[in-house]
């Protein structure tokens, strides 16, 4: 809104200035971003530049494997969790459980990783271009 009460200063100047991006069948009230679809060229492309894509799969112990799981799903590898020992029914072990996986998903959100149970024993965690 501020570029279209603006005095014309100078052509030079003006043309710097004013950079906005409109849809024309909107007029003033176009939104502020454009919407982009995929493009699957592009990301095939994309998928073309990661050189190798991995599976890897992971004994789930403690809060210490985290940063190991999230160092692969920043590396575009797939990751299987065998969760089988902290999901044995014990009280103790499921919230522990619980508080990993919180964990996990906090420390993947800026990747745009997605979590899903296969099963009671196991988790996959694969990175934002797999889809589930």
Known sequence: MRS?????????????ISTTRSIP???LFSPATESIQADPVRELKRLGELEEIFVRSKKLE????????????????????????LNDGNNQTHIELR????????????YQADIALVNDGCMIITPSFVKL
């Open 99 to 110: 508080r990993i996986i919180e964990r996990i998903r906090g420390a993947t959100r800026g």
């Open 25 to 27: 069948s909107l007029g």
């Open 62 to 85: 403690s809060l210490a494997d985290v940063p190991y799981i999230v160092e692969e799903i920043k590396d575009g590898n797939i990751v299987l969790l065998d969760i089988s020992r």
């Open 4 to 16: 279209i009460f603006r005095r014309k200063q100078n052509d030079d100047i003006s043309e710097e």
